[in-house]
């Protein structure tokens, strides 16, 4: 319990997670915990600064990486983009159909940078509430079933608590994705989660 109680400290830390208030770290392997929260950290990184040049380098070199907008990965229809779609994914102005968005059912067409904007880094997710491997503390109304997606995947949830006087739905949550080649972790998924209608 006292090495877990120090893994979870160093996940907060790594991340930069000065808001780190109530920080949760599940795993099925403990010891892997470290390597993958530090391929988090570049992750989170390379977003924070619209590095597609370091993103890229993170991203699985075989798979790529697909982006689903809601906690329901749809692998039949999410967008996703190779390691070297990712070195333009600032620059590039094509307009793409991420999915439908909530509510409405309209399509998600949207630039690479707007869709970063919106489904990604639409929070500040550089100070988590908790960070979470493997146990998932978001839980809304829409179907998460990244487990199933993603056999052989670890997640990394970025969960933010509701604000002061927030709703209690106002919470939000990214999941990234990883997959080890060769010993190294690359992203596979980033997955935005919020309270859907």
């Known amino acids: 319990m006292k090495i877990l109680s120090m893994l979870v400290l160093s996940a907060c830390i790594a991340l930069a997670a000065a808001g780190c208030s109530d920080p949760q770290q599940q795993s099925g392997n403990v010891t892997a915990a470290p390597d993958v929260l530090g391929a988090a950290k570049k992750v989170v990184a390379a977003l924070q600064a619209n590095d597609g040049e370091r993103l890229a380098g993170l991203v699985h070199p075989q798979k790529g990486v697909r982006f689903s907008p809601y906690a329901y990965v749809d692998s039949e229809h999410d967008r996703v983009f190779s ?26 067409a949207l630039t690479p940078a707007q869709y970063y904007k919106r489904f990604i880094m639409d929070r500040d997710f550089t100070h988590p509430s908790s960070i979470n491997v493997n146990a998932d503390r978001a839980s809304g109304n829409t179907r998460n079933n990244a487990i199933d997606v993603y056999p052989n995947g670890t997640r990394v949830e970025l969960y933010l608590a509701p604000a002061t ?33």
């Open 165 to 197: 006087g927030e709703a209690e739905f106002e919470w939000a949550a990214l999941r990234l994705v990883f997959e080890q080649v060769a010993g190294s972790w690359y992203l596979v998924g980033i997955i935005h989660d919020q309270w859907t209608t």
């Open 83 to 108: 390691h070297q779609q990712i070195k333009q994914f600032w620059t590039d102005r094509q307009i793409y159909i991420w999915g439908d968005e909530d509510g409405t059912g309209d399509p998600i």
